[in-house]
């Protein structure tokens, strides 16, 4: 069996990145620079970077960002992945170069047909479709509307994931990556005690090296 990581995103303090390190689950961290409750500065950005666990990943998280902005926070930041949730296509990867997760929401049926789409991204992260938010919105979306998918990149399940579901979400689709953030916070910010639940939840999974 594949060995799957957490992904906490939304970091917004030093604090933060202390309370995700005890954890070697958690292999993924997201910098949101979209215009979010969550989005950070480059100089919070690089303070937080530099307090993570040396194997944590850092993703920076775009959604309506200009291609010179990406390229000009990449630069600064220098993140492991970029995250694109917006109107981003092919084009718009390849000209930002590097690592690229990119986010599809998920409504319908026709849903899946997108996923293949994104030939020049190195992952997918699958997310609640929502007419009002790109990410984050806390709901989960119905697995069943992915069956038969067939991907051979980097599967990353966001979308209303807590403690309670998250080894069922799991089982129903085996991603590699579990993307988490409004289910750990306390008032927009990340809880400690709620990383920790959630944790102990996931390591009850019957999955190699969970």
């Not at 992915?146 to 089982?171: C, M, P």
């Amino acid at each position: 069996m594949k060995k799957i990581f957490i992904k906490i995103c939304g970091l917004r303090r030093t604090k933060d990145a202390e309370l995700i390190n005890p954890y070697p689950e958690i292999a993924y961290a997201g910098l949101v620079f979209a215009d979010s409750r969550r989005r950070i500065d480059i100089k919070t950005a690089l303070e937080i970077k530099s307090a993570l666990r040396d194997d944590i990943k850092t993703a920076a998280v775009f959604a309506d960002n200009s291609l010179d902005e990406i390229k000009y926070i990449v630069a600064e930041v220098k993140p492991d992945i970029i995250q694109l949730h917006s109107g981003e296509d092919n084009d718009f990867i390849l000209a930002i170069g590097g690592k690229v997760w990119k986010s599809v929401s998920i409504k319908d049926s026709k849903s899946i047909e997108k996923i293949t789409d994104f030939t020049a991204a190195d992952g997918i992260v699958l997310d609640t479709y929502s007419p009002l938010e790109r990410g984050g919105t806390g709901k989960a979306f119905d697995i069943t509307l992915l069956k038969g998918l067939n991907y051979s990149g980097t599967l990353i399940l966001a979308g209303g994931i807590n403690k309670d579901n998250i080894n069922q979400r799991i089982r129903e689709l085996s991603p590699d990556v579990v993307d988490l953030s409004s289910s750990v916070e306390t008032d927009g910010y990340k809880d400690g005690l709620k990383i920790k639940e959630l944790i102990e939840e996931f390591r009850k999974g019957d999955r190699n090296g969970a």
